[in-house]
């Protein structure tokens, strides 16, 4: 029996050796040989191990990242932005559009403001209308000109005279909305909704009472709250209730704006005329009760200090200190919907325009949509095309790429205005670099 114990013990221990051989390698076998490869990926190295050899796309040659071109840091603000370099010290002379004073302010002075390193300086900024821009760079005075209209008189007939629009390069600054402003005193809290038509009737010397019935019918009413308030200026004899008309006194690309927006929603019977004074083919709008004003601040300073008054001001404006008070009043998008203004509503008017915005199709406002704002607009910066000076020139419009592209991110929203999309900004440093001095492009010069 015990003989018979250890031949089974020594038979189950064989077996088991047996399976241990078979599941081992064997003495000597080859070793699998691992290979590091290399591949970029978004022009960076990155490495792996593989069996034997490198799959499709791999190297077993480290590959080294391609040089970043200089171009893709163009109006970046970061280091390697040739924006950021020019050849020598310049002064650039700059007015106009009062509705891009904001945005012009924080990016030509100040901490926040373009400097290439302390080489270019900027003139103040009087903000004297797009008039006074297009015609101070046909007149040689300005170095940089802003408008809200183009030079162009194939679509709005403002090339100033004697001037020819291919020599000029225009290019979209900054994309903004302009708003109805009105001061009837406490109580009516932005609630005051008025159509295109209204507005109309009131610069025509239509309508001259708030408490007008087509003015309370609109806004619910003599039972609703609102219409209430408008026919109890009447009943109180409220002198406020008389409307104050402001209006631009000079050649305005917000005037332009404007009068565009009555004349689409408002079939107000004026076209627009390039924002000149009043508009119109007789030159002025028929309210008698009525005062100029120099510009956008002016305008909101009208209104904010006259009671009974109506006006259209730039949205970035309510954002300065003391104007903040203004109401404005609610408008109607193309589908009807009531809005009050909002950066979201002016940038939709642009989504709505499309990519096609250029000097001779400029014009976003009453766009199709909803929540469209009814009242928006691009703003434009104008330079000669073919200049004298490098060193002018590289001033010129290496600004106007950083403002473009750095600006629009950095600063632009902060000012009240909606930063200009991507196909506006392309099409920007596209015409930046048709400008030339000797023959050199300045936009792309390292310096």
């Known amino acids: 029996m015990k003989k018979s114990l250890r031949l089974i013990t020594a ?8 399976i241990t051989v078979a599941i081992l390698p064997a003495s000597g076998a080859a070793k699998v040989h691992k290979v590091v490869c290399y591949r970029l990926v978004a022009n960076k190295v990155k490495s792996d191990k593989f069996n034997k050899d490198c799959p499709k796309g791999w190297t077993k040659t480290k590959p080294k990242p391609k040089p970043t071109p200089a171009t893709s840091l163009m109006g970046s603000n970061k280091p390697g932005d040739t924006d950021l370099n020019v050849p020598s010290s310049v002064s650039l002379a700059i007015n106009g559009s009062s509705f891009d004073a904001p945005l012009v302010g924080v990016t030509t002075s100040g901490s926040s403001a373009y400097s290439a ?11 004297a209308g797009s008039g006074a821009g297009r015609t101070g760079i046909t007149n040689g005075s300005l170095d940089i000109g802003f408008t809200d209209v183009p030079m162009t008189s194939a679509a709005a007939g403002t090339i100033p005279s004697g001037a020819s629009e291919a020599n000029y390069v225009q290019v979209p600054y900054l994309l903004g909305g302009g708003v109805i402003g009105y001061n009837l005193g406490a109580g009516f809290n932005n609630n005051v909704k008025l159509t295109a038509a209204e507005v109309a009737d009131i610069y025509n010397g239509t309508i001259t009472l708030w408490s007008d019935p087509q003015i309370v019918a609109t806004n619910g009413g003599a039972k609703s709250t609102v219409g209430a308030a408008l026919t109890e200026l009447a009943t109180a004899n409220e002198p406020k209730n008389t409307i104050k008309v402001f209006y631009r006194a000079a050649s305005s690309g917000t005037t332009e704006a404007f009068t565009y927006w009555l004349y689409q929603a408002g079939n107000s019977g004026i076209a627009p005329s390039g924002g000149a004074v009043m508009e119109g083919a007789g030159g002025a709008w028929k309210a008698s009760n009525i005062d100029g004003v120099a510009n956008n601040a002016g305008m909101a300073q009208g209104i904010d200090s006259t009671l009974g008054g109506i006006g259209y001001v730039e949205y970035s404006y309510l954002l300065i200190p003391g104007n903040a008070a203004i109401e404005t009043a609610q408008l109607q998008d193309k589908n009807g919907q009531w809005l009050s203004p909002s950066l979201t509503s002016i940038g939709n008017a642009a989504a709505a325009a499309g990519s096609a915005v250029t000097p001779d199709n400029f014009a976003i406002t009453d766009e199709a949509g909803s929540n469209v704002w009814p009242f928006a607009t691009y703003s434009w910066a104008v330079v000669v095309k073919s200049q004298s000076s490098l060193a002018t020139c590289e001033a010129e419009t290496k600004y106007l790429d950083w403002e473009t592209h ?17 196909a506006a900004r392309a099409y920007a440093r596209a015409q930046l670099e048709t400008v030339t001095s000797g023959g050199t492009v300045c936009v792309t010069q390292t310096s």
Do not use: D, M, R
Not at 406 to 422: D, F, I, R, S, T
């Open 11 to 18: 038979i189950s221990f064989a077996a088991t050796g047996l």
């Open 406 to 422: 750095y600006g629009q991110n950095a600063l632009a929203k902060a000012e009240g205005y909606v930063p200009l999309p991507l």
């Open 117 to 127: 390193g302390g080489k270019v300086s900027f003139s103040s900024y009087p903000a």
